[in-house]
């Protein structure tokens, strides 16, 4: 995990946790928005599980750690990516699973979710919605005044997915 501010949201500011879900790399970025709606991140990291351990323990990893994260940065909103491929349904049906884990994981903490399509998180970033990987990266390091891409891949994505969501105009605590 990198961690960029360690400090505690004051009442003018909204904290976003962004997850790009996965069974063996969930991608997680938070950041803040305060009241002007200018945007920081926070932290951003993978929260990976090995292949060749069984689902369910893997299901339960993710679980503890995204619970973890949740209990240390208290995000108002959780943006979560949909689930948009359909090229290999078993692989489409073990990251549903890993959805299911962080949705579940979000209710168990009281946490608002929003989800996104691909689409929608590369407009938000880029305001161009077949915008490539390279491009929704860079925009992220722009949007965020980081000094270099995020890594991995996953942490950058579900980072772009915090923003898009902190673009909501409802972020709401209603659970």
């Known amino acids: 995990m990198y961690k960029l501010n360690s400090k505690t949201k004051n009442q003018e500011s909204r904290i976003i946790l962004g997850i790009d879900p996965g069974i063996a790399d969930t ?25 060749g351990i069984k689902l369910e323990r893997r299901l339960e990893l993710l679980h503890l750690e995204l619970d973890e994260i949740i209990k240390k940065y208290k995000p108002d909103l959780i943006s979560v990516e949909e689930l948009f491929f359909c090229n290999n349904i078993k692989t489409a049906l073990v990251v549903g699973q890993a959805r299911g884990v962080v949705m579940l994981t979000a209710q168990l903490n009281k946490i608002q ?6 689409l929608q998180i590369k407009q938000a970033v880029s305001s161009y919605g077949k915008a490539n990987k390279k491009q929704v990266q860079q925009m992220v390091k722009l949007i965020l005044n ?5 890594k991995p891949d996953d942490a950058a994505d579900a980072l772009a997915a915090a923003i898009c969501g902190s673009n909501n105009g409802h972020i709401i605590k209603n659970n």
């Open 146 to 150: 980081l000094e270099t891409i995020p």
């Open 113 to 118: 979710i929003i989800e996104f399509t691909p």
């Open 27 to 51: 991608g997680f970025g938070v950041i803040q928005k305060n009241r002007q709606d200018n945007l920081k991140c926070l932290a951003y990291g993978s929260i990976k599980t090995k292949a």
